[in-house]
């Protein structure tokens, strides 16, 4: 007796706590599923943001099963052709962005995507190519190689990655006077398509700021942006009411597994 109350006790408790770490119980929600990834590889000793990346095994294996479970991955322009002709968003359709441009985007990432026939984006920041993240501040995020401007053609002309705009050089733009907000929003595009040869189509708010300020997400969709991501957790109904609102993306961490994946592309989220 006593035996069996403490099984259903563990058994409630199992319950309990694979819940409150999981998701399951949400209802599915349809909508845009906009991976959002970072860097590919180990973390460096002192980095205080290790969620950000994600093992090559692991990112190997998510690719794998978004592949092995028939989701095509899309590029920008093939979202813009959706989104323009105004059809229908295929239910297996998934977008695997990078924030920022990372020199492991191209060592890590970009080997794997060739290999299992996946395509990315990756948002650029355009003044830090071939530099490094300089926006962190390397006591609590040490500094890495961005993807230089050789690398980041190469990649484009494979045919597997496209890219958009993540500013000049990742400001909080909701901190600048607007002139120098939108600076930064429209020169990086002009400058990223010079260096590139192909339109800008996507943005990304660098930590998500400015992407509920009405004035600047204003900017963007003034420099001519078709699509503007925030750093929202969640999926975006389809068809995506543009005036209204940003493109929300779930982010991958990197302690996620097989079974987080599939709940943030069916729920949005696989944590509370
Ligand atoms: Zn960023």
């Known amino acids: ?46 980095s205080k943001l290790k969620e ?5 095994e692991k990112f190997r294996a998510q690719v794998k099963y978004l592949l092995d479970n028939g989701y095509s991955t899309l590029l920008f322009s093939d979202l813009k052709k959706i989104y323009e002709s105004g059809a229908q968003l295929p239910e297996k359709a998934v977008l695997i962005t990078f924030d920022d441009g990372y020199e492991n985007n191209y060592t890590q990432a970009w080997p794997i995507l060739k290999e299992l026939g996946a395509k990315a984006n990756v948002f650029v920041v355009f003044n830090t190519m071939g530099k490094v993240n300089l926006w962190h501040n390397p006591a609590s995020e040490p500094w890495v190689n961005m993807a230089t401007r050789e ?4 990649m484009q002309d494979s045919g597997v990655i496209e890219y958009g705009s993540h500013t000049m050089n990742h400001p909080h733009l909701s901190a600048l006077k607007l002139e120098d907000a939108a600076w930064e929003i429209a020169e ?18 660098p930590y998500g700021d400015g992407a509920y300020a009405p004035a600047i997400r204003g900017k963007v969709l003034e420099a001519g942006y078709t699509f503007d991501f925030s750093f929202r957790q969640g999926k975006t109904a389809w068809p995506w009411d543009r005036k209204n609102s940003t493109l929300d993306r779930l982010f991958i961490r990197g302690g996620d597994n097989n079974w987080d994946l599939a709940l943030q592309l069916s729920r949005g989220a696989s944590r509370l």
């Open 151 to 154: 690398q980041l053609k190469e």
């Open 188 to 205: 990086s595009k002009r400058q990223l398509e010079a260096a590139f040869g192909r339109e800008m189509c996507a943005f990304a708010y």
């Open 1 to 46: 007796m006593i035996l069996a109350i403490s099984i259903s006790a563990a058994v409630l408790f199992l319950v309990f706590a694979l819940s409150a770490r999981w998701t399951w119980w949400r209802a599915p929600k349809p909508g845009l599923k906009a991976l959002c990834y970072h860097k590919v590889g180990i973390p460096p000793r002192g």
């Open 52 to 56: 950000l990346w994600v093992s090559p």
